[in-house]
């Protein structure tokens, strides 16, 4: 790429008293385009020189100067002599670049250097998406229409568009090359590229305009078969619905006015809660959508025979979930085990013959099939969206090298553009300005060697404070698991004895939801008063430690819970009394759900109403208190935990979930804007929003996943009940389907078999979990040595900043030389 | 589809929609916000693409850019002529590039252009100590700004010439993933 630059100036131009000191004929192509450019934009020239160099530029008229935009704002055309006075003041410096007095034509050439121009130049900018789109039609391999490449390029090469050296391609412009390769890329493909360039809006409706023209008249001209055509129209007529789809779902606009008041007032690491939120929102009617759609409406338009002792409704159900609703629709007994299949009773009555015509008819309906395979299909798709979303945050915050510029960094973008109230800005300016403070206090002092004995001490503070949370979170599952004991041991005694107080017996089952949720939220704030003895150094750690504890207190309770419902009540149901285990499961899922909201209700009232108050009043204080992020997402996480525990059991548990989330969502909003104030400490977001949505894919999803499973694949269904009723396991629902499908076609028996193999042994998992881990392990690889990589390029981009330097000097050093025996000779004369 | 407005012909919606990261209703209320920014200069009937530009003034008063630091320099960034002045498309640009959907590079380019207070193609240490002044509302003390901006320069200047160019800005960039959170209005 590079030529020889000519180091000796050729006579016609010294004879101009030019004072270029390069050869305009060895100089690269892109320098002469853009050193024409800038001369005809160029500003004020202060200097006789740049006047001279102006007009030799133009008389030698060897610049084939294509297409010159016309001149955009980036290039007012400072004077030169400006930058050469800010070098100039600088003189104290080692640098050989700084204090020099440059000629103005050296400096108009250093600053027209491509690297300098990318992104500000317009020739530049379209010089360079031209090369993309170029990059972009080589990868996607598509056969440009023939008609639009050029006759003289050799036929080889026709079909890729390859720039070829022929005078035709010198003649055309930059930017019609541009447009051709536009309009040779797919719809999809030119979109996302026009949006990219950073040209303004006017002249991209400019250059989509001359593509989709061309690609009319290549279309007109050329008379593509009619199949072309047709899928041409296709795929404008897939485009525009596509677009409409997109324009009805921000029409939706679900929460945008209150999401732009939140983060107006407090910025981007509050909005992130309302986001997550949003997003757990979404989860939860995707399955909603699914369980209704395939379990509820089907069986709510099928009712089956309506069971005996059907107790009547009183209030107490809202918050218990049993007695009218044990019965309906909401839990999985009420569920039907067989094919359902459309009323035949008003054919009985028209003729007797039509009763086999009920049977033959495909409006059936297997019930248990689709359970199964609802709920299944139900966790598969949001894993999927999980893994998905999860490795895109991932992408998008995972640094691979360490980060050494934190303190560029912070100048530079940590000014968060959303906020938009006066005090909300004032408070981040403050802010940035003590983080600054302290960034600079750090760099100045360099970790001052602690002591021994301090070192020993904080070490011993920690200890402290971590043993006292690993107590509490033990505490608080011993307590869970023998409380939750007790509870069972009562049910077990009121089972045997005709119930005196039905409805006492029904809150008393409250008590167990209650104590947990209790646990819930007060233990975070025993962690958070030991968090404030210890001494973390930097806000990040101690955000880590919080949110470690919060989920090993969280992780124990579940754990326990599942252990108490699919180890104990699942295994011995008749002994409290239960004809179906898994409604009573479902119904305690629902009560724990319920009461969690209540109780962050409750503590949003205490928490933050009331504490404004109390800190306002009574302590004086002028701040609020801050909204603690970390805590309200694993709070949520929680929720949507139990919600997927429950789906097998309650299929309508995510429009439960979905009603909390529609709620908690104005509550918060109203508390948080009424209460609370701006975080103080810097927020990283995309860090923090990897994580959480990690934790809701690994200890929340897996977690709730791996209970589900366990109790489709080991644990008997109820006798009397729900759609596996009769079966081993609810998993032999499948396998029923499959033999039965076997008797019925023959031809299916080697898929029966082999579908009976491959779950009946599990060497396919562990081979399975084999490769995937040595895939990781290769991408791992992989990473490591794209890090050695960067370090070696960043080691390049030095040397080639040195390489400059040293030819700038030199080439300035020989011009210096040549000029002043030119300048002897004109004195001498 | 949908309802019949009169503001843009259905191309010119196609076409805003291809160019910038908005769709057919999000442009509608650009337009609405444009035209009650000034509502006897900005013609409702944009069909035939009038010439209408919005000053610097009336564009830095909407409640999106007033209280931010940097307003002037973002409208500036964004205008043909380098004073503020906003046409309609301009307008939609400046909201497009600072959009959620924008990637990171196109809010790069911007980004940089926003900062270089003296439009030289560098973040030299005037323009750092602008945006610092800005940032900080000036609580930093004269010293304290200049250790900042020399210690910026010295972190993120890969190829020693004592100023930032696009490209050590763009390097920096992205080592920050929070650069595209934070590099965002909404609208």
Known sequence: MARSVNFYLSAPLMEAGLESPIDEEGVHDSFSQLIAEQSQNGGVPDAFELQQLQRDLDEEGQDNVPYLPSPGPEYRGRPEGQTGTEWEDNDGEMDPLVGERWSSATMKILSSMPSRTI??????????????????????????????????????????????????DVAASKRDRLVNNLQNLSGGDRVRMLRAIPLSVAEKRELRRLALQKEHRTQTASRIPCCSQLKYYIIIAARQSWYSWLSFLHSLQLWQV????????????VLSYFLFLKTLLFFNLFLFLVTGAFLVLPQAVHPPAPSIGRRSFSGLELLTGGGYFSDSVMYYGYYCNYTLRKSCQEDVLVANETRSNCASKHHSYNMPLAYFFTIGFAFFITCIILVYSMSKSFGQSFRIDKSRSILAIKVLCSWDFKVIKKTSVKLMSENICTQLKELLAEGNHKQDEKTRCQKLKRLMVHGLAWAICIAGSIACALGIYFFSDHMHQNLRQTSRFVPKNPLLNEASL???????????QLLPGLFNLVAWMEDYESPTIRTYVAISRNLILKVSVLGVLCFHWLGRVATEPESIGLQCWESFVGQELYRFLLMDFIFTLLDTLFGEFLWRLFSEKVLKRKRSPEFDIPRNVLDLIYGQTLAW?????????PAVQILKLFLLFYIKKSSVMMNCQAPRRPYRVSQMHTIFI??????SFLGASVCVTYTMWSIPPSFSCGPFRGLGTMFQAGKKWMEELEKDNPNLSLLARAHSYLLEHPFFLFVGAGIFLIVIYFHSQVVDGQRKIISLLQEQIENEGEDKKFLITRLQSIHERKRTPARRQDSNY | MGNKQTIFTDEQLDAYQDCTFFTRKEILRLHGRYHELAPHLVPMDYTNDPDCKLPLAL???MPELKENPFRNRIVESFSEDGMG?????????????????????????YAFKIYDFNVDNYLCKEDLEKTLNKLTKEE?????????????????????????SYADFENMITRAPDFLSTFHIRI
């Not at chain 1, 525990?645 to 548990?653: D, K, R, S």
């Open chain 1, 645 to 653: 525990l429950g789906v097998l059991f309650t299929p309508i548990l």
């Open chain 1, 258 to 269: 209150a999401l732009k008041r939140v983060s107006g007032r407090f910025g981007s690491g």
């Open chain 1, 119 to 168: 992104g500000r130049s317009r020739g530049a900018i379209i010089s360079q998406y031209y090369n993309r789109t170029m990059q972009l039609r080589r990868r996607r391999q598509t056969r440009p229409a023939i008609a639009g490449s050029y006759r003289a390029a050799r036929p080889s090469i026709r079909g890729y568009g390859i720039e070829s050296d022929t005078t035709d």
């Open chain 2, 85 to 109: 002045n906003l046409s309609f498309n301009e307008f939609v640009d400046m909201f497009s590039v600072l959009s959620e959907m924008a990637p990171r590079e196109l809010k790069a380019i």
């Open chain 1, 510 to 520: 409250l008590a167990l939801p209650v104590v947990v949720s209790l646990m819930n």
């Open chain 2, 140 to 164: 930093l003390t004269p010293e304290e700004v200049e250790l900042v901006c020399e210690k910026t320069i010295e972190e993120a200047d890969l190829d020693g010439d004592n100023k930032l």
């Open chain 2, 59 to 61: 564009i830095v008063n």
């Open chain 1, 694 to 699: 990690s934790l809701l894919c690994f200890p």
